[in-house]
């Protein structure tokens, strides 16, 4: 079972950069698909970005594609979601989370670990 630890949430400014961190516990991070939703106000928690166990695949929503990309060092257990050119509609809470086998998947529900989620705020 994964525990997940997100950090690096924060207040920004509209054109800026964050960079998100997720540290997993347990020996087999390598063998899990890691994914990041999010959820503003009012609104359901939606697919941002996932990354299959290796690193080798990646997919991403349409609504950050080319300003968000995702990595992972399978040695440090962590995954990274370098966070570019940041409007204010990415304003809303992260959430790490992880799937123990492959493939990638984009739906909630294919995740069953997930993290308590750190925020994140684009001023305008």
């Known amino acids: 079972q994964a525990q997940l630890v997100e950090s690096g949430g924060g207040l920004v400014q509209a054109g800026g950069s964050l960079r998100l961190s997720c540290a997993a516990s347990?020996?087999?991070?390598?063998?899990?698909?890691m994914g990041w939703f999010r959820q503003a106000p009012g609104k359901e928690r939606e697919f941002v970005a996932a990354i299959s166990s290796s690193g080798g695949t990646t997919s991403y929503a349409d609504s950050v594609k080319g300003r968000f990309t995702l990595s992972r060092d399978n040695a440090k257990n962590t995954v990274y979601l370098q966070m570019n050119s940041l409007k204010p509609e990415d304003t809303a809470v992260y959430y790490c989370?992880?799937?123990?086998?492959?493939?990638?998947?984009?739906?909630?529900?294919?995740?069953?670990?997930w993290g308590q989620g750190t925020q994140v705020t684009v001023s305008s």
């Open positions: 989370a992880a799937r123990p086998f492959m493939p990638v998947l984009t739906t909630r529900t294919s995740y069953p670990y």
């Open positions: 347990g020996r087999t991070f390598s063998n899990y698909v």
